[in-house]
């Protein structure tokens, strides 16, 4: 039996100490701060060796098998290089994230108190009143999410993308506001409107996948999922309620969605919360 998979002498290698290799055969062929994908497909195909495979000559992993060690050691590199990177900005991104999550929720909250009351409310608060007050919440935290989307810009450029839109959102929402009585522009901004708050949400989950990936992908593949669910859910609510009279589902449908949307804010700043925390405290925890 040879002393590796791919018939390699370990002995001759010169960065076996470098990765602290045991050898493949020897570890296992298990990872080493990177996985060897000749040894991942002897294990998985139930060869000790290349040598038993009949495929071995037309075998593009085995004919760079040269290169193997080298590549690890770069991964090697390349993922200690990401975890500094991480442990780095973790403590002001966890904040900036929480920030971001409480900010997302409560200005939620008030649109969902917008769109419910159609009446006072108890309060003596007539309806105008009401609708004035949840505005300038709503707008206040639009404005605030945008500063912090632009201080996560740095870790992705989809969150510069995503605050760029958010502030073109609020814009073409004040123009249409103040030309009310236009009928054609109104139409014209509301499908601007559309379109730009589509994008927007495209580019802000396009960014929560990012800046998850390596640190959960599972985390990572459902920002993925979610994008997609995102853009068609309000599609499919707006149809609901405007041709099929079912208001009320598309509301309730809507209301879960943001409710998951908030829960993955909230799963990606537990990560870098857990990331900032140092590893001595995280062993006496």
Same mark, same amino acid.
């Given at each position: ?9 370990? @002995? ?98 008030? !649109? ?14 007539? *309806? ?6 949840? !505005? ?17 810009? @740095? ?28 009928? $054609?522009?109104? *139409? ?28 959960? $992908?599972?985390?990572? $593949? ?44 909230? $799963? ?7 990331? @900032? ?9």
């Amino acid at each position: 039996m040879t002393e590796t998979y791919c018939g390699k002498s370990c @002995a001759e290698c010169t960065l076996k100490e470098a990765l602290s290799c045991p050898g493949c055969q020897q570890g296992l062929g298990r990872k080493y701060h990177g996985e060897c994908a000749i040894a991942g497909c002897c294990r998985e195909k139930g060869h000790a060796s290349c040598q038993s495979c009949t495929l071995k000559e037309n075998c593009r992993v085995v004919r760079n098998k040269e290169a193997v060690p080298e590549e690890v050691l770069r991964q090697r590199q390349a993922r200690q290089a990401f975890e500094e990177h991480i442990r780095k900005i973790a403590p002001r991104f966890s904040i900036l994230l929480l920030i971001y999550f409480w900010s997302t929720a409560l200005s939620t909250g008030a !649109s969902v108190l917008q769109q419910i009351f159609e009446s006072p409310i108890g309060l003596g608060l007539p *309806l105008v009143l009401l609708n004035t007050i949840t !505005s300038v919440v709503i707008g206040g935290f639009a404005i605030l999410n945008i500063i912090i989307l632009l201080l996560m810009a @740095a870790e992705s450029r989809q969150f510069a993308k995503t605050a760029a839109l958010f502030a073109a959102v609020i814009v073409t929402i004040v123009i249409a506001l103040l030309n009310v009585g236009n009928p $054609d522009l109104s *139409l014209l901004l509301l499908i601007a409107l559309a379109v730009l708050i589509y994008l927007m949400l495209w580019f802000e989950c396009s960014g929560f996948m990012e800046i998850t990936a390596g640190l959960s $992908d599972s985390l990572s $593949d459902l920002w993925r999922k979610f994008r997609k669910w995102r853009i068609l859910l309000p599609l499919i609510c707006a149809f609901a309620s405007s041709l099929l009279n079912l208001s009320l589902i598309s509301g309730i449908a809507n209301l879960v969605v943001n409710i998951f949307y908030l829960l993955l804010i909230r $799963d990606a700043y537990s990560i870098y919360r857990s990331c @900032a925390v140092p590893p001595r405290e995280k062993a006496k925890g």
